[in-house]
């Protein structure tokens, strides 16, 4: 068995897009995949014959057809909160971090065509993968210091908290 370094198999790490959201764009998205998932399930739900009672099944199933699954690791310390989300098969190009004083927002859409011929027959397939995952933060984080890296399939973003400000004509308490 032939044994490969550590270093031939991993990929250098990438930067996707971060920016500082706006509760606009990250609304107008919801809206748009809730509208599509509603539209889905409603055609699920007359393929099986308008039968009552399925309504939670029907909206689960549309909802995997435009949502890809992510897993999402929060840790916190007293600077920072640091997320690990596992976006397999997803390039820095396709994915972007909205960050919001309170809130951090991943998405990401992945296309893909494959094409073959056999003889007089073209086979033609094509694939879109999309992710979005909204959390609310545990502490306010300065949104113009956010870093995101991507490797290997973890895209890790590192958010500064943002450090309570003294005044300086305040008198400070003794403990």
């Not at 190009?93 to 027959?121: A, C, M």
């Not at 073209?122 to 113009?144: G, H, K, M, T, W």
Request: proline content about 7%.
């Amino acid at each position: 068995m032939i044994e490969k370094s550590a270093a031939a198999v991993q990929s250098a790490p990438s930067r996707p897009p971060v920016k500082a959201g706006s509760p606009e764009s990250i609304s107008e998205r919801i809206e748009r995949l809730y509208q599509a998932v509603s539209r889905r399930a409603y055609e699920l739900f007359e393929h099986g014959g308008r039968v009552h009672g399925n309504d939670m099944n029907h909206w689960l199933e549309a909802e995997k057809e435009f949502l890809q699954p992510m897993t999402i690791k929060m840790e916190q310390t007293d600077g920072e909160i640091v997320l690990r989300a596992d976006v397999p098969g997803f390039a820095s190009s396709e994915l972007e971090v909205s960050v919001e004083p309170s809130r951090v927002t991943i998405s990401g859409k992945h296309e893909s065509r494959n094409e073959s011929k056999d003889g007089d027959t073209q086979y033609v397939e094509q694939r879109s993968d999309e992710i979005f995952r909204s959390l609310e933060l545990p502490a306010q984080v300065n949104a113009n210091k956010v870093s995101a890296t991507l490797k290997d399939g973890v895209l890790n973003v590192v958010l500064p908290k943002v450090q309570p400000t003294k005044s300086a004509g305040s008198p400070s308490v003794p403990a």
